[in-house]
């Protein structure tokens, strides 16, 4: 990736804004953590599939466009067990069609192989995965920080019943959602995360603290450089979580249109979906769109 992320060194699953402001190298500077709270953007984000905002998705199905999506929480829904995540039947045939007649991404916090293996049939053309890390032509330098960081919150683990460590070799998810004690499972991974011996980049998720290289590319990274390579013009990017606020700070460029699943106040993205069953209805209304401006 050639574009460096916010310099933002640490995010903490609690007190994150607070935490935030703390951080002296971040003093001084625009902190994502800000922009959510802005309130002058509270208010202003619509509802994408009502009656008024028909007109939003038209310009998308231009042959230079790219429609680009996560996948946990978005096409596919939250689950306990993340190994069984997978799109509804549903969802798989709608999103196998649009990718026959658009230009298609996933930008997935999974590793590329797992979220590959997870998309059916769809013929993709681009997916990309630990958070913007993993695109295919990537130089990926941070698999041995990774790994050290791996084995030492492993360790700090090893009493704490119900938090892992899962590996995703360039990034790394920690996984609280089993936790009896879920505030004490936060604590402790506060407190694991500010003894490691080198700075990391902490985003916190649902039930889950996502960890990634201080001056990795993260997803907004992804889907900027992905429609610079491909000369998009516009794009549509769908997302539910923390992570993807990166991509939504990138709405107030006229040609991107921002949409989280759920809605939030606080968030950057310009439109929302009322919850992640209506993907589906997202999906069948750009199948829905004018043939005569496909690919």
Same mark, same amino acid.
């Given at each position: 990736?050639l ?11 609690l007190r994150?804004l ?23 953007h ?28 996560d ?22 045939e709608?999103?196998?069609a649009?990718?026959?007649?658009y ?5 997935s ?12 049939s769809?013929?993709?053309?681009? /997916? ?6 993993e $695109? *295919?032509q990537s130089?990926? #330098?941070? %698999?041995?920080? =990774?790994? &050290? ?46 003894a490691l ?10 039930? /889950?603290v ?5 001056? $990795? *590319?993260?997803?907004?990274? #992804?889907? %900027?450089?992905? =429609?610079a &390579? ?32 759920g ?12 919850d ?20």
């Amino acid at each position: 990736m050639l574009v460096r992320p916010h310099p933002i060194s640490i995010e903490w699953p609690l007190r994150w804004l607070e935490v935030m402001a703390a951080v002296p190298e971040c003093r001084g500077q625009p902190l994502r953590c800000i922009d959510l709270a802005d309130s002058t953007h509270r208010g202003r984000v619509k509802r994408l599939l009502a009656a008024e905002n028909t007109g939003v998705l038209e310009p998308l199905t231009h042959a230079t466009a790219i429609l680009a999506f996560d996948f946990d929480g978005t096409l596919a829904p939250i689950v306990a067990d993340r190994d069984s995540a997978g799109m509804r039947h549903r969802t798989t045939e709608l999103f196998a069609a649009l990718c026959e007649r658009y230009r298609c991404a996933v930008i997935s916090g999974r590793s590329r192989g797992d979220v590959g293996e997870r998309i059916g049939s769809a013929k993709v053309q681009y /997916v990309i995965g630990n958070h913007g890390m993993e $695109a *295919p032509q990537s130089i990926l #330098a941070w %698999r041995e920080e =990774m790994q &050290e960081a791996r084995v030492r919150l492993e360790s700090a683990f090893s009493e704490i019943p119900g938090v892992e460590v899962e590996d995703k070799s360039y990034s790394l998810t920690i996984h609280y959602r089993h936790a009896p004690a879920k505030r004490g499972a936060r604590m402790a991974i506060e407190a694991a995360l500010a003894a490691l011996p080198f700075r990391m980049r902490s985003v916190p998720g649902k039930l /889950v603290v996502n960890l990634v290289p201080l001056d $990795a *590319p993260h997803k907004g990274d #992804a889907l %900027r450089q992905l =429609m610079a &390579e491909t000369e998009a013009k516009t794009a549509l990017y769908v997302g539910d979580d923390v992570t993807d606020e990166d991509v939504f700070l990138l709405s107030p460029n006229p040609g991107i249109v921002s949409v989280r699943i759920g809605l939030s106040k606080t968030s950057a993205a310009a439109y929302y979906l009322r919850d992640q069953r209506e993907i589906d209805a997202l999906l069948s209304r750009l199948l829905a769109l004018p043939a005569s401006l496909e690919r």
